[in-house]
């Protein structure tokens, strides 16, 4: 969290002002300084990621069936089937996992109308594949950016990518607003389009011109999301130091591998991912119970996978059959414990743990 004394100086100009929602000040605040960090031409803040993506979505009239990975968080896929509109499960590279182009080929039907790359634990989805497909197939690309504040492709800050890129400000991301999210664009009438439907679509005093929803984001959340900006880069320090101290500790483990980041581009390290694989002697659930033991609440990360979850597997039972890197890296991977609470010498007592674990199992 940024600093408090700051944030209570918004709080009087709060206030004072008396604005309390409804595109404020400090909302408009912070859609500038949001989209310049992005370098794209818009933001449009919203009151949560969920409904940032639901909105891009609806603005790019998206329907009948769209082509997103399995491995994500659910809300990807919650998103789609709220507007009736259905997940199709591609699936994931085993080095990146991204969504596998190919995979994404062989999901293509009549009915789909676009698909949504989500740039997991902050790496880019394979931009260029997906826009070729999306191109060759005259489908709309967007993009679940919600791991991927301020992290660049090639150079190019994310935001910049398909159609539309999404953000979630939640609490538990590396930038926060309480709740909150955004869409990133530099399309004008996208942008204009999703004000209209975030505030009911209205057009004007008195004049709803269109069926919108309730998606504004408040002017306290704003304020912490002023507040935070300033404190960024120390977070992406922090976070950075942390994951380096998880590489160290974790070294030369059998089985044992942390998901590297491309120092060439710009990484906000928000996820440490380490990957348990056949040849670790302790296996992954096994890992995980006894770092729970200790009251280290490592995760199982997107397992069991949004097919395998009920409103999904009641829809498409069979759908693992066609997802077997999303199966294999669901059973293997756990995201560590990180950000500004721990430091590196609470790291280094994880990593202990790990590693006594794995060398006592060694032993014959
Ligand atoms: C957090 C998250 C969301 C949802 O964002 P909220 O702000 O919590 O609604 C969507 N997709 C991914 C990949 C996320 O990590």
Not at 38 to 59: D, F, P, Q, Y
Not at 258 to 287: G, L, T
Not at 331 to 353: A, Q, S, Y
């Amino acid at each position: 969290m940024g600093d408090k004394n700051e944030f209570l100086k918004y709080v009087e100009d709060i206030f004072e002002s008396k604005w309390l929602s409804n595109n404020g000040p400090l909302v408009q605040q912070l859609e500038q300084r949001i989209a310049q960090h992005h370098r794209v031409k818009h933001c449009v803040a919203m009151s949560n990621g969920t409904v940032a993506l639901e909105i891009a979505i609806r603005a790019l009239e998206l329907k009948g069936e769209v082509i997103i990975p399995s491995y994500t968080f659910i809300a990807t896929a919650h998103a789609l089937h709220w507007q009736a509109i259905t997940p199709v499960f591609a699936d994931i590279d085993a080095g990146t996992h991204c969504l596998d182009p190919e995979s994404v080929r062989k999901m293509i039907t009549p009915n789909t109308s676009g698909i949504i790359g989500v740039h997991l634990w902050g790496h880019a989805a394979p931009v260029e594949e997906l826009q070729n497909i999306a191109d060759e197939h005259n489908l709309k690309l967007m993009f679940d950016a919600a791991h991927a504040f301020g992290n660049s492709h090639k150079g190019k800050i994310m935001g910049n990518f398909g159609e539309a890129e999404v953000l979630s400000f939640h609490a538990t991301k590396l930038f926060n607003t309480f709740e909150g999210g955004a869409v990133l664009t530099n399309n004008d009438e996208l942008a204009k389009k999703m004000r209209l439907m975030r505030n009911f679509g209205f057009g004007g005093v008195d004049n709803v011109i269109y069926p919108g929803t309730n998606g504004k984001l408040t002017e306290i959340c704003a304020a912490m999301g002023l507040v935070n900006m300033d404190n960024l880069d120390s977070v992406i320090e922090h976070n950075k130091s942390n994951y380096l101290a998880y590489q160290r500790g974790l070294e030369r483990l059998p089985g044992i591998s942390i998901f590297r980041f491309d120092e060439a581009q710009k990484n906000n390290y928000q996820y440490v991912v380490m990957e348990v694989d056949e040849a670790c002697p302790v296996s992954r659930d096994d890992i995980v119970k006894a770092l729970h033991a200790e009251n280290i609440l490592a995760r199982k990360y997107f397992w069991p996978g949004c097919h395998n979850m009920k409103p999904y597997k009641l829809l498409f039972p069979h759908a693992g059959m066609l997802l077997p890197n999303t199966q294999a890296i669901s059973e293997r991977v756990i995201v560590l414990p990180t950000g500004t609470n721990l430091n590196i010498d609470e790291i280094n007592t994880i990593t202990t743990v790990i590693r006594t674990l794995l060398i006592s199992h060694d032993e014959p």
